[in-house]
């Protein structure tokens, strides 16, 4: 199993049911037989950039960054 294989779990994991532990995390990989360490499983959530959120607090993916309007961009382009 690969590190980018057991990233990837973790997204459908925390997309498909709520997640708000680092246990909880750990006994739904272990049901997929993804056998884990709590260092592990905290460094994944660091490099997924996972955060807690909502009234649950239950991991979630960090939103978009909002993107620049037209207008704002073309002043940017004007003071270069």
Same mark, same amino acid.
């Given at each position: 199993?690969?590190?980018? *294989?057991? +990233? %990837? #779990? @973790?997204? !459908?994991? @925390? /997309? ?5 532990? +680092?246990? $909880? ?5 272990? =049901?997929? !037989? @993804? $056998?884990?360490? #709590?260092?592990? &499983?905290? /460094? ?8 807690? %959120?909502?009234?649950?607090?239950? *991991? +979630?993916?960090? &939103? =978009? ?5 037209? =207008?704002? =961009? #073309?002043?940017?382009? +004007?003071?270069?």
């Amino acid at each position: 199993m690969t590190k980018s *294989y057991r +990233q %990837g #779990q @973790i997204l !459908n994991l @925390i /997309r498909s049911r709520k997640i708000s532990t +680092q246990e $909880e995390l750990g006994r739904e990989l272990r =049901a997929l !037989n @993804i $056998e884990t360490t #709590q260092v592990t &499983l905290s /460094r994944d959530i660091r490099e997924l950039g996972l955060v807690k %959120g909502g009234a649950d607090g239950a *991991y +979630q993916t960090p &939103l =978009a960054a909002p993107t620049s309007s037209p =207008a704002s =961009a #073309q002043s940017l382009l +004007q003071r270069s």
